[in-house]
């Protein structure tokens, strides 16, 4: 049952000081109100302490002589002190509130900073759904232990204060009650290590969940296609029963910390009872000074019993700030030399003797050596895996090599700064993605300087706009999520026009493999077209006209260069390449014919 609740592989184990001590810094940023906090913690603190003593030195007074006026004025005071306490604690939580929400926001915008920061080998090997579930469960949880805390800091500061009152009261009976305290910490101490357990496994159970929705949703069209509703219910079901499992066990054991504590605290206060009334009816301490002991156990066992459940339960509080911390400390993977600001680049590419696995066991690129010239357009070839995209990971920076290297311009490329090199990168992935909003906020996304006239003026580039027709808002078309609610070709001419507008001196191109009509596949050559002009272009082909507009194509098969040439030289040679075109690019030409099937005309010649 508790299968896949297993650490990630960034997860770390930190101390309980660091712990505190790191969310500590989170609070500092916001001194003001912990001092007003802090004031208003001791006002509360006060009142709980002047409580039990008046009203202690009032019914000693009422013994001696009895006075309805010193009942009034005891009415009184009591009144008067709840009323203060009840408004001071109010505007406690409130600044508490306020501060607790300003330290969960700030720490969600790093955890999610340092999440859109990582490299994209770090989402490719850890789950979204599971880094979701870090960024919002988890901090949410953190907010709810971080108001136990302030409160157990007050109940702290309240136990302090009567442990003084108490040793003044009758020293005797004060040690009796301390010497018990030991007891109750120990096993409150003991609950810690069970309780960071059940709760860090309690999390990962809610992040599965997390990540199952979050991945049915995202492939509920295919799920609808293939009729898989009941498949995606039974493993949400699974998942669902697990993290019941896993929370029901960490909710039953901080259920059960404070009702055992509580319990030994009651048998001490039995205890101390009975050891103050003897000593009341024996004329050591007065009765009301019995009354204010009394009173005041009980005040001493509540935070005392609080301190060392809510320990344990703090552990919930303390495994999220784990979780969280261990997200915005994962390490890089893509090691920059230097930060390097990249000026406007050429496209002169330089491989050198790169190698590149993605673990121990994976070797993809081998000694492998490549010189693209600026402005040139280079399109690779070679069947899966044989580490055409592996390429394209690397010059995007996507991805680190183990060793040779990688110049652009002349200039190792691990020297530029990240963010100002990969501006000049233009990308179109296989499965283009586009941001819900309108066609014209995708193609702005590159730069966001554009007007929606010059937005206008790009995308008639591409066949005097014609695209634009079959859309039904034109450029203000809502796409949808993920670009949904637009074809495939359609998406592809959007991020195309999207790299139109970006002009960049290096273009990559994944190109998609699905089929579209041929009205929209010659928009997309169009587009194609004009980007390989302006740009060094490393183009992954799976259509003949990609292949054939290259100035030079590259087999590879299994991380080495096998072939390179043009389209025309390659064939001449009959080798390698030859067979990729009759397996993959053959039926995409037009004089294509198998059969007795003329696949220009669609007419069946029969010999």
């Known amino acids: 049952m508790m299968m896949g609740l297993t650490s990630e592989s960034y997860d770390r184990q930190y101390s309980d000081r660091q712990l505190l001590g790191r969310l500590s810094s989170y609070f500092g940023a916001y001194r003001r ?20 003593i008046i009203i202690s030195r009032s019914l000693d007074a009422l013994r001696l002589q009895p006075s309805e006026q010193i009942a009034l004025i005891l ?86 204060a009567l442990v003084l009152v108490l040793m003044s009261t009758s020293w005797q009976l004060t040690l009796a009650l301390l ?35 979050q991945e049915a949703v995202a492939g509920i069209r295919v799920a609808k296609n293939f009729r898989q509703e009941a498949a995606i ?104 030399l230097s930060s390097k600001p990249a000026q406007q680049l050429k496209g002169e590419i330089q491989f050198s003797n790169v190698n590149f696995r993605y673990n121990s066991q994976q070797q993809v690129l081998s000694d492998f050596s490549l010189h693209i010239k600026p402005g040139e357009s280079v399109a690779f070839v070679g069947h899966t895996g044989a580490g055409k995209s592996s390429i394209v990971k690397l010059i995007t920076r996507f991805y680190e090599f183990q060793s040779g290297q990688i110049a652009i311009d002349n200039e190792d490329i691990r020297n ?63 796409v949808g999520e993920r670009g949904g609610k637009l074809s495939m070709g359609q998406r592809q001419l959007v991020a195309l026009v999207r790299v139109l ?53 590259i087999v590879i098969d299994h991380g080495q260069i096998i072939e390179s040439g043009s389209h025309h030289a390659l064939m001449g040679q009959g080798g390698y390449y030859a067979t990729l075109y009759d397996t993959y690019f053959r039926h995409q030409s037009p004089d294509y014919k198998v059969s007795g099937v003329d696949y220009t005309s669609g007419k069946v010649k029969l010999a």
């Open 416 to 478: 530029f700064d990240l963010t100002s090199y990969r501006r000049q990168l233009g990308i179109v992935s296989q499965t283009p993605f586009l941001f819900a909003g309108t066609v014209a906020d995708n193609i702005r996304y590159a730069r966001q300087d554009l007007t929606d006239a010059e937005i206008q003026s790009i995308a008639n580039r591409i066949g005097d706009g014609e695209w634009l027709d079959a859309l039904p808002g034109g450029l203000q078309t809502e």
């Open 501 to 553: 507008a970006q002009a960049p001196p290096i273009f990559i191109l994944d190109e998609a493999t699905a089929s579209v009509d041929p009205f929209t596949e010659s928009q997309i050559q169009t587009a194609l077209k004009l980007v390989l002009k302006t740009s060094t272009s490393i183009l992954i082909a799976h259509r003949l006209f990609t292949v054939q507009a290259a100035d030079r194509i």
């Open 33 to 52: 109100a912990l001092i007003v906090v802090g004031a208003l913690v001791f006002v509360i603190t006060v009142l709980g302490l002047l409580d039990p």
């Open 233 to 336: 219910y039974a493993g949400f079901k699974a998942v669902n029963k697990q993290s019941y499992t896993a929370n029901l066990l960490r909710g039953f054991v901080l259920a059960n910390v404070f009702p055992i504590l509580n319990a030994l605290s009651g048998v001490g206060t039995a205890v101390l009872v009975y050891m103050g009334g003897m000593s009341a009816g024996t004329g050591a301490i007065s009765i009301g000074a019995w009354y204010l002991f009394i009173l005041s156990v009980d005040r001493f066992w509540f935070p005392m019993t609080n301190i060392a459940s809510f320990y344990a339960q703090i552990q919930s509080g303390l495994s999220a700030c784990e979780r969280i911390f261990a997200l915005i400390d994962a390490p890089h993977t893509v090691k920059q």
């Open 75 to 160: 009415f009184a005071y009591v009144l008067t002190s709840q009323i203060i306490s009840f408004i001071t604690n109010l505007v406690r939580r409130r600044y508490m509130a306020r501060l607790i929400a300003d330290v969960i926001t700030r720490m969600r915008h790093e955890a999610f900073s340092a999440s859109i920061q990582h490299d994209l080998s770090f989402f490719d090997e850890h789950q979204s759904g599971k880094i979701i579930s870090r960024i919002t469960n988890d901090t949410q949880e953190l907010a709810q232990v971080v108001q136990l805390i302030t409160d157990l800091i007050s109940q702290f500061t309240t136990l302090i």
């Open 179 to 213: 010497a018990m305290a030991p007891i109750v910490a120990v096993l409150g101490a003991a609950f810690r290590n069970l309780a960071r357990k059940v709760t860090r496994r309690g999390f990962r159970a809610i992040a599965e969940v997390n990540s199952s929705i």
